[in-house]
């Protein structure tokens, strides 16, 4: 059976706290601006509460039992912790702190949050990302789930119970075999892309959807037979000359330009063809205006890449 026990306050453990560093119940009251007799009681009412003597009463300096040691160890843990609650609250009413889950897609994160990761260490030192990638699909899923606070994926997203922030509209270009006929251009159209095989991920990934619908459009070709797990997959089945392929900027400039020079990129439409960009969060988590800074903080590191155009 359950021992009924008057409650223990922070307020006690503050007393208790004031009393070990002051050895004084004069000096202890003063310091926490309340009457000693007060003070007084309670401290008895907290060693009733636990049933344990927590002070040695008698002439002289006050001492703390070994029982009032530990229990003033442990609350000034709570104290302790208690006090970080409330600096995160204002944190996150001003700012950006505490834990932030976010999922993200293969075929972005690697490429962004990087960037976005270095930033933020810097403007939002109490703030940390624990990112975890996966299919658009199985994010989505998962933010459903409370796998997730928030998802970084491509746009748009449907559901009446979420909230979205655009961040960016990032071109894709088409890589191609070094030596294809199509480098000679400095830019394709969708006649260059008639009955052009165009490898693409599998239809797990949102970007599948955006690349057949350019090769319905265009009379391109969609390969069926060899759909790549990632875009270094791609870029390497078109290296072999399997085909062409779309690629966004961000990877194209991490993981192409100045490094592997096995496939040659152009721009289609004018840098037109593009995939839109975004945070997605459940509207009832109650955090959207913090994850809205996170969004300006995420455009504010997609401004330094001059391919991309800032939505929001």
């Given amino acids: 059976?359950?021992?009924?026990?008057?409650?223990?306050?922070?307020?006690?453990?503050?007393?208790?706290?004031?009393?070990?560093?002051?050895?004084?119940?004069?000096e202890a009251a003063e310091s926490c601006g309340i009457s000693q007799p007060s003070l007084s009681v309670?401290?008895?009412?907290?060693?009733?509460?636990?049933?344990?003597?927590?002070?040695?009463?008698?002439?002289?300096?006050?001492?703390?039992?070994?029982?009032?040691?530990?229990?003033?160890?442990?609350a000034r843990e709570i104290l302790d912790a208690t006090q970080g609650i409330l600096d995160l609250s204002v944190t996150l009413k001003s700012g950006l702190g505490g834990t932030i889950r976010l999922g993200t897609s293969v075929t972005l994160g690697p490429y962004l949050m990087p960037h976005v990761v270095g930033d933020?260490?810097?403007?939002?030192?109490?703030?940390?990302l624990y990112i975890r990638e996966a299919t658009p699909r199985d994010l989505l899923r998962e933010l459903h789930d409370g796998v997730h606070d928030l998802i970084l994926t491509q746009?748009?997203?449907?559901?009446?119970?979420?909230?979205?922030?655009?961040?960016?509209?990032?071109p894709l270009s088409v890589a191609m075999p070094n030596g294809h006929p199509l480098a000679a251009?400095?830019?394709?159209?969708?006649?260059?892309?008639?009955?052009?095989?165009?490898?693409?991920?599998?239809?797990?990934?949102?970007?599948?959807?955006?690349?057949?619908?350019?090769?319905?459009?265009?009379?391109?070709?969609?390969?069926?037979?060899?759909?790549?797990?990632?875009?270094?997959?791609?870029r390497q089945m078109v290296a072999m000359n399997m085909g062409l392929t779309f690629l966004p900027a961000l990877y194209v400039e991490s993981e192409i330009e100045g490094r592997a020079r096995d496939v040659a990129i152009r721009p289609f439409r004018g840098r037109r063809f593009a995939r839109s960009v975004g945070l997605v969060w459940r509207s009832a988590s109650g955090a959207g205006p913090a994850y809205e800074r996170l969004a300006a903080a995420m455009r504010d590191t997609a401004r330094r890449f001059p391919q991309l155009v800032i939505e929001g």
């Fill in 1 to 26: 059976m359950a021992i009924s026990a008057p409650p223990i306050t922070l307020r006690q453990m503050r007393y208790l706290l004031a009393l070990e560093e002051t050895q004084h119940f004069r």
């Fill in 42 to 74: 309670q401290i008895k009412t907290l060693e009733d509460a636990l049933g344990l003597t927590l002070v040695e009463r008698g002439r002289g300096p006050v001492r703390l039992t070994l029982a009032g040691r530990e229990v003033a160890r442990r």
């Fill in 185 to 234: 251009r400095e830019m394709l159209t969708n006649e260059d892309l008639t009955h052009q095989t165009i490898l693409s991920l599998s239809p797990a990934y949102a970007l599948y959807d955006l690349i057949s619908a350019v090769c319905a459009e265009t009379g391109a070709d969609l390969s069926r037979e060899y759909e790549g797990t990632s875009l270094d997959a791609l």
């Fill in 120 to 128: 933020l260490r810097e403007t939002n030192p109490d703030l940390r």
């Fill in 155 to 170: 746009l748009p997203v449907s559901g009446a119970t979420l909230s979205t922030a655009r961040l960016f509209r990032e």
